[in-house]
C-alpha cells in the first residue's frame, strides 16, 4: 500500500501518548471495569449511521499531502474511508472481523483481519478500538482490566492496559469528551497520540463533535509522523447510508 494510505489508516488507529494535559489530582481509583463506566465522565456520540467529509494533511518523511477524505459508518458494525486526490485513490471497508483495501492507482487490493493494522502500527488493534478514535469517543476498559481514574479540576485521566499496550484517555469535564487519546506499547515503546479539538454541537445529538484531530506517531526509532484531520461537515442519521465496495477485475492481491 502507498504511504498516503499508511497514515491514514495511523489516524484510523490512533492510540498513543507522549504529552498529557497537566491534571490536578483530587482523587484516584483503582477499579473494576463495571464501576468504571459510572466513575468516568465521558459522553459518547451515539448514532445508528454516520456520514463525514474532510480533509486530511499528511507529514511523514519523504511525504507530504493533502487529500480530501469521506468517512460512512454504520455504528459496531461497519467503517467505509475514501480517499481522493482530485480521484478517489484508497478505498478501505472495515468490519468487526477484517479489513478490505482498495488502491486504485496501483491497481492492488488487500483482504484480511486486523493483523493488517497491527503489523503496520506495531500495536494491537481492533474494531472497537478504532471506532472509538474516528468518533473521539472513549473506550472502555476490557474485561479483566482494571481501569485507573484521577479526577482533577477540569480533567479526569482513564489509565487501563490492554495486551501489551497503556491506554490513556484525557476527558474535558465540562464537555464530557475526551480530547486525547493516547497508546504505548510496553514492548516497543512505539507511541501515537490523538489530541481532539474545535468541539461543536451535532444535529440529531446533544453532544459536541470534536472536528479537528492531530495525530502523532511517534517509533522507537526514526522520525515521528502526523497527521492533521479537519472536517468541514458531519451528518448523524440523516439517511441509511450505503458501503460500496467491489474487486475490480484484475487488481493484484497483496499479502
Sequence with gaps: MNKCFSLVLLWVAVMLGGCSP?????RSAATTPAKAAELVKANNVDFRY?????????????????????LRMRKDSVIWLSVSLGIEVVRAYITRDSIQVL?????EYYGGNYSYL????????????VQAALLGNYLSAPAGSTPVI????????VDFNQASVLVTQLIELARGRVTQLAVVDSKTQ??????????????NSPIQFAFATLVKSQPT??????????????DLDKERLMFPFSVPKGYARKK
Design 190 to 203: 512505539n507511541q501515537f497520540t490523538a489530541d481532539y479539538s474545535d468541539f461543536r454541537p451535532l444535529d
Design 50 to 70: 454516520l456520514k463525514a467529509k474532510g480533509k486530511i494533511k499528511i507529514d511523514m518523511p519523504g511525504v507530504q499531502q493533502t487529500a480530501n477524505l469521506n
Design 150 to 157: 484521577v479526577t482533577g479540576a477540569t480533567t479526569q485521566k
Design 221 to 234: 526509532k526514526g522520525a515521528a509522523s502526523t497527521l492533521t484531520l479537519n472536517y468541514r461537515n458531519i
Design 118 to 129: 497491527s503489523e503496520r502500527l506495531n500495536v494491537p488493534v481492533n474494531f472497537e478500538q
Design 103 to 107: 488502491n486504485y492507482l496501483q491497481k
Design 22 to 26: 497537566k491534571i490536578l489530582p483530587a
